[in-house]
C-alpha cells in the first residue's frame, strides 16, 4: 500500500531498477530509526523473567497503575510522618489496605482498554497479571518497610509492626486480586481489599481493645495465611482460561 | 520544502523528513548504483546510506548541494561494501582501473551518473568513440550523420564528463 | 487445514450465539457474513482462543487450543483484530503495533523489521510515531491491523476491520487481503457485503449460531433472483440465502 517509491512505470530510470524493491529499502532504514530502545529496568526485568515481552508489559501497566503508585507514596508518607509524632503505628495499619487496591488495579477488564486483544496474546494476560501483582505487592512491602523504618525508630517492639502488617497484607491483597478476578472488575476488587482489611482492623479492636491488634496478634498469622492461600487458589481458578470482554 | 531544511529537520530527530529525503532521493541513487552493482548490493548500500544520513544529518552544510552530500556518502557505503566483500569480477573499460577495485566501481557509478545527464544521440557517441574506439569516420557513417556533427557531439560529451567528474556531483 | 472446526457451540446464559457449526480452512480468504447476532463474533472470538467453546472440537493449525502449550504456540501463530480495538491514547502507533509484537512472543530481535513493514503495509508510515490520541477512527483501526499482521500469523481473524475506511482504503485493504491470503487463513467477518466479493475466496454466511452456506461468492451470488432484495447480485444472493434458510427452519428443519 505504501507510495515510498517515486518512480514511473516507463521512465527509463525506473526501468533500471526496476529489480529494486525501494520498499523493502525504506521498511530497514525505518526499522531502525522507528526503534524503541527499551531502559536499563526493562532489559533487566527482560532477562529475569526471560521474557522480553512480559517485562515490557510489567513496565507499562494499564494507566490507573501510576496513580495508584503516586497515591501509596503520599499515604504512607503522610503515615509516617503521623505515626512519628503520635506513636500509633499509622503506616502498619494503612499498608495492607493501599496494597489491596493497587493489586486490584493490576487486573484487567475495566483498567485495561485492550482487554479482548490481549486474552489472545501468546504471552498470557495470567502470566502478566501474575507479574503485574507480584510487582505490586513489592513495591509496596518496599515502601511500607521504608515508612516503618523511617517512622518506628525508637519504638519498643518495632519489630513486630515492622513486619507484621506482611501476612496480613498478603491475605487482603489475595482477597482482593480473587474478588477482581471473579468478578471480573477492578474497582470490586479493590473494594472488598479495603473493606475486608477495615472489617478487621476494627474487628480485632473491638475484640481487643487495640487497633494494632489486627497486626500484632500471633494468633492471626494462620488465619490470615489460610485467607490468603484461598484466595489465591480462587483467583487462579478464575483466570485459568482466557474470558474476553464482557459482551 | 526543499533539501537543505529537510535535512535539517533530520538533524532535529524528524523520521517524516527522512522519509521525504528517502522518497525524493533514492531512485536516482539506487539507478546511478544500479550501473555497478547488483540489485540486491544496491537495496544494501541504499539502506546504509539513509541510515548513515540519519545519523549524520548535524554534519551538513547547508549549501544546496543534498544530492552531492548523498552521493558522497552513497559512494563510501559502496566501497565499504565492496572492501569488505572481497575482489569483485566486474568489466571495466580500460583506463578507467585506478586504484583498489572498490574505488575503481564507484568512479564507474560517478561515469554512470554523469553519462546519463547526455542527451541519447551523445552517449551512442561516447559509446561508439570511446568505449568501442571507432575512428570519427565509422561513426559518422555509423549513425548517419555527418562527421562534423560527430566532432560536435564528442565535444560536448567530454565537457558533461569533465563538469560531472570533476564537480561535487 | 488451519481450522477444523465440528460441532461447535457457545452459550452465553440463556443464549445460545453459536449452535453447532462446523467450518474448515485453509490458506485463502474466508468471509464470514451474516446479520447481527448471527453469531460470527463468537465464532471468531473462539478461533482468536479469546473464549473456550461450550461444547464441540476445534484444531486450529493443527493444535488443540484447550490445552496449554498448543494455545501458547497457535497464539505466536496468530493475529486477532476484535471489533473493538481499545488501545492506549499514550502510546504511538509503533509502541503500539511493538508492544503487541512482544506480547505474541516474537524473538526481539525480529520485532524492528516486522514492525516497520506493518506499519508501512497499512499505510500509516506517514504516522509512525504519532500518538495514537491524534488519529481518526479510520487511522486507529489501520493500527489494529498493523498489529494483526505484524507477526505475520498463519490464522488472521478480523472481525470488522473495515470500519471507518474510506472507499480508497477499503479497495487498498482488499488487496492487503488479497496478498496475505496466499499463505495464511484469513477469516474476516463482515456486514459489507462488497468487501467479501471483492476479496474473499470464500464465504460462510451464517444466522441464528449456525452456517447456512458454504462455498464461493459466485455461488452464492447464483443463489439469487430478480425477486430477491439487493443492489447487487452478491446482494441478492446473500438474501436468498438467509430467506431460504430462515424457511427450512421454520418449516421444522433439524436441529
Known sequence: MSGIDGSRPGDPASDLISDIDLGRVWTGVAAEVWRRHPGRLERLAGRLLRSPGLARALLTTPSLLVPWLIATVVVLAAGAVVTLSTGQPLVALLAPGVAAAGIAYSYGPGVDPAWELSCSMAISDRMVLLVRALAVFAVNAVLGLAATAFAGAGQTAAGDVTFGWLVPMTAVCALSLAVATLARSASAGAAAGMAGWAITVLSSRVASGQFTAAVTRAALVIPYLIVAAGCAAAAAYATRIPRGTPL | MDDDTLIARIADGDDM????????????????????????????????????????????????????????????????????????????????????????VVTRADLAGALAALEPAEREVWRLMYEEDRPVAEVAELTGVPAGTVKSRAHRVRRVLRAGLGGTR | MNVEITNLARRFGRNQAVAGVDLEAGPGVLGLLGPNGAGKTSLLRMMATVIPPSSGTMRLLGRDPGAHEPRREIRRRLGYLPQALGYYPGFTVVEFVEYFALLKDMPSARVPAAVAEAVERVDLGAKAKAKLRTLSGGMLRRVGIAQAIVNNPELLLLDEPTAGLDPE???????????????????????????????????????????????????????????????????????????????????????
Open chain 2, 17 to 104: 523528513a527522512l522519509r521525504e529525503l528517502f522518497g525524493r532521493h533514492a531512485p536516482w541513487l539506487a539507478t546511478r548504483l544500479r550501473a555497478v552493482l547488483p540489485a540486491a548490493d544496491v537495496e544494501d548500500v541504499l539502506q546504509e546510506t539513509f541510515l548513515a544520513a540519519w545519523r549524520g544529518a548535524r554534519g551538513y552544510r547547508p549549501e544546496g548541494a543534498a544530492g552531492g552530500w548523498l552521493w558522497g556518502i552513497a559512494r563510501r557505503q559502496a566501497a565499504l561494501l565492496l572492501r569488505r566483500r572481497g575482489p569483485v569480477a566486474l568489466v571495466l573499460p580500460d583506463g578507467l582501473a585506478v586504484g583498489d577495485e572498490a574505488d575503481s
Open chain 3, 169 to 255: 482504503q477499503r479497495v487498498q485493504f482488499r488487496a492487503l487481503l488479497r496478498d496475505l491470503g496466499q499463505h495464511a487463513t484469513v477469516v474476516v467477518s463482515t456486514h459489507l457485503v462488497e468487501d467479501v466479493g471483492a476479496a474473499c475466496t470464500e464465504v460462510a454466511l451464517m444466522d441464528a449460531g449456525r452456517v447456512v452456506f458454504r462455498g464461493t461468492p459466485a455461488d452464492l451470488a447464483a443463489l439469487g433472483t430478480d425477486r430477491d432484495t439487493g443492489d447487487a447480485p452478491l446482494e441478492r444472493g446473500y438474501t436468498a440465502a438467509l430467506t431460504r434458510a430462515r424457511s427450512l427452519t421454520r418449516a421444522g428443519g433439524q436441529s
